[in-house]
């Protein structure tokens, strides 16, 4: 049998592409033929890391299609009639009343998203969920065949180079440096962010800097809706990095003294695992699939209120002992995403439900 792994887009460095390459290498090792085909495949990336979704083999019963899904495709459609096996991974769809005000093209894309999914329920012999919260929306969808979590495949060697040295020597200036990683789109939720930062500056902390590092396509509404905010409420020392490296955003995290994530939308949140692994320390919000990301690690939040929130970071940022208590705990939670564990995770599941 071959395995082939299908989605609408296979991008350099974003959670969908690495969780693709990283079960690409397992079914390497397994020895399975396997290839990986999708309709938009970055320039970045390796040549020949992916084919064409036009180049989609035929297929017989015994193969089986893996498919990533996180938004509206035409591909949901030729993955829901393929007569092969059909196994999909949930990387969970952002509620369209998110963009609703900001991206016309992403609130449509969600809102197909949704319906395809629904229409994908009884067509889909086999789902792994990329966290509890996954599991739960898919069967709220009306899912009826088996499920299991599956988190994300992390490749930790990635994050074992050398952080830029010219970030190390800029941002350790005495500052006491608060970070988010994440794409800057509504859900994340920047503003909620730089209310909890503007209180933390202003009663705790001026010698503070906030740092949101994410992607933002050009013309972004919402980002700035957020420069606006910043400027007319006078927010100081808000740094929006832009596109950087790699080993620059390594260096962030080493320089950070807080992750802050208020996201009211994760289907798994890979930086919360990114915080854990390079030793920084986090507060996050309890939404969506955050809580069990973290799974008792890090400081969960109920609230929002900012000023809760700054003295929380305030906390934090004093209290030697409770930073290396959250630090105990978020190491202690990593251990439970090691390749070695994941990918022995995935290869059972395969050989009880697929091969």
């Avoid at 003294?257 to 990114?274: M, Q, T």
Wanted: charged share 25%.
């Amino acid at each position: 049998m071959k395995i082939i792994q299908l989605a609408p887009g296979i991008s350099f460095g974003d959670a969908v592409g690495n969780d693709m390459l990283a079960m690409k290498h397992i079914l390497d090792e397994m020895g399975i033929e396997n290839e990986i085909y999708a309709d938009f495949i970055d320039e970045r990336l390796p040549v020949g890391t992916a084919k064409s979704a036009e180049q989609l083999p035929n297929l017989s019963k015994e193969d089986a299609v893996i498919y990533h899904m996180a938004s509206g495709s035409r591909l949901n459609f030729i993955f829901g009639n393929l007569k092969c096996k059909r196994v999909m991974v949930y990387h969970n769809i952002t509620p369209p009343a998110f963009f609703e005000h900001y991206d016309e093209y992403a609130y449509e894309q969600c809102c197909k998203g949704y319906e395809e999914l629904q229409w994908l329920a009884d067509k889909t012999d086999y789902c792994l969920a990329v966290s509890e919260y996954n599991k739960q929306d898919l069967i709220r969808m009306g899912f009826t065949c088996p499920i299991d979590v599956l988190p994300i495949v992390i490749p930790f060697e990635d994050y074992d180079k050398e952080p830029a040295e010219n970030i190390l020597t800029e941002y350790r200036d005495g500052y006491t440096n608060i970070l988010f990683v994440g794409r800057v789109v509504p859900n994340k939720k920047h503003e909620d962010i730089i209310r909890a930062f503007a209180c933390y500056r202003e009663y705790y902390n001026p010698k503070s800097r906030l740092i949101l590092i994410g992607a933002s396509r050009k013309g972004n509404k919402y980002k700035n809706r957020l420069i606006r905010y910043i400027q007319q409420a006078e927010i100081k020392n808000v740094v929006f990095p832009g596109h950087i490296s790699f080993k620059e955003i390594l260096a962030f995290y080493k320089v950070a003294d807080v992750f802050l994530c208020e996201s009211e939308h994760e289907g798994f949140c890979v930086p919360l695992v990114e915080a854990m692994y390079l030793g920084t320390p986090i507060i996050a919000y309890d939404a969506a699939a955050v809580a069990s990301t973290l799974h008792g690690a890090g400081i969960l939040m109920d609230t929002k209120d900012p000023m809760i929130t700054a003295g929380m970071i305030d906390k934090l940022v004093r209290d030697e002992e409770l930073k290396q208590t959250v630090l105990d705990n978020q190491k202690e939670r990593l251990a439970d995403f090691t390749y070695e564990k994941i990918a022995a995770q995935f290869k059972e599941l395969l050989r009880e439900h697929v091969l």
